[in-house]
T-cell receptor
């Protein structure tokens, strides 16, 4: 399996622009998570989905952030408009419910720089 | 609420020496505990997890971790460190009733040759 795939790997944009980050989870996984990593705040869970349905979005910082999962193999995290403080590494992770304790597998991340 | 503390920002050891990375946790119910490793410009890689049963958990790359309920700790250990173990290590916890993982701030491990 190719693992969790994220694109783009790097994104540089200007303040006010729309940014869309993409994630393809591991095939067969039914949970998908979006995290943000910064030096100041560490790893933060933004939102997670189960069977394409958002379950908990309490970590989404504000209305400028939105996430969708139109099908089992694709999710997007959108920031509109972007601000310099959104600069971070954004990770997507997926897991498969097995009736036990599932392990989350992380993608390589998207490094976002907002100028 | 659940949380994880990694009391050491950095751990430095010589190659061949034992390596320990400390982690303590707080969770209202029974904990599920994880260790991940992150190499520069890479995503997090799963090392091991504790669910229930034997308090000593063995994982990838020769790492192991010991769950101690009375001390609410889950320290990561490796008997003989390698230079290639130099990376950022994260401890994480979740409550058995929730899918949300809470991560510690991370510990940078440097193994010198």
């Amino acid at each position: 399996d190719a693992g969790v795939i994220q694109s783009p790997r790097h994104e540089v944009t200007e303040m006010g622009q729309e940014v869309t980050l993409r994630c393809k989870p591991i095939s067969g996984h039914d949970y998908l998570f979006w995290y943000r990593q910064t030096m100041m705040r560490g790893l933060e869970l933004l939102i997670y989905f189960n069977n394409n349905v958002p379950i908990d979005d309490s970590g989404m910082p504000e209305d400028r952030f939105s996430a969708k999962m139109p099908n089992a193999s694709f999710s997007t995290l959108k920031i509109q408009p972007s601000e310099p403080r959104d600069s971070a590494v954004y990770f997507c992770a997926s897991s498969k419910s097995l009736g036990g304790v599932e392990t989350q597998y992380f993608g390589p991340g998207t490094r976002l720089l907002v100028l | 609420a659940q949380s994880v503390a990694q009391p050491e920002d950095q751990v430095n050891v010589a190659e061949g020496n034992p390596l320990t990375v400390k982690c303590t946790y707080s969770v209202s119910g029974n904990p599920y505990l994880f260790w991940y490793v992150q190499y520069p410009n890479r995503g997090l890689q799963f090392l091991l997890k504790y669910i229930t049963g034997d308090n000593l958990v063995k994982g990838s790359y020769g790492f192991e971790a010991e769950f101690n309920k009375s001390q609410t700790s889950f320290h990561l250990k490796k008997p003989s460190a390698l230079v290639s173990d130099s990376a950022l290590y994260f401890c994480a916890v979740r409550d058995m009733r929730d899918y949300k993982l809470s991560f510690g701030a991370g510990t940078t491990v440097t193994v010198r040759a």
